[in-house]
């Protein structure tokens, strides 16, 4: 069973930084796909960026230039650094891992952008 634990959420002003990680744990596939979705009051879910064990990367329109997506395949830990953050970002960001037909979920971590 695999279990993904976010953190590094909190509140930041229009402008500032933060960095978010994901661990997983458990019994993992060395060949898997992790990314980071995220999901705003009253808006549906939407996927911010994701990347391959192999370490390719793709990120949603919305946040390309601004966000960087990572992971360290020995730590099973991947990273969203944040940059330049607006109002805009506040969300629950997610976590998620695939593997085949398996997927699994963390329990998220919200981000709130300051005006």
């Known amino acids: 069973q695999v279990q993904l634990v976010e953190s590094g959420g909190g509140v930041v002003q229009a402008g500032g930084s933060l960095r978010l990680s994901c661990a997983a744990s458990?019994?993992?596939?060395?060949?898997?796909?992790m990314g980071w979705h995220r999901q705003a009051p009253g808006k549906q879910r939407e996927l911010v960026a994701v990347?391959?064990?192999?370490?390719?990367?793709n990120y949603s329109d919305s946040v390309k230039g601004r966000f960087t997506i990572s992971r360290t395949n020995a730590k099973n830990t991947m990273y969203l650094q944040m940059n330049s953050l607006k109002p805009e970002d506040t969300a629950v960001y997610y976590c998620?891992?695939?593997?085949?037909?398996?997927?699994?979920w963390g329990q998220g971590t919200l981000v709130t952008v300051s005006s």
């Open positions: 998620r891992m695939s593997w085949g037909y398996f997927e699994v």
């Open positions: 990347i391959t064990s192999g370490g390719d990367t």
């Open positions: 458990g019994n993992i596939l060395s060949i898997n796909v």
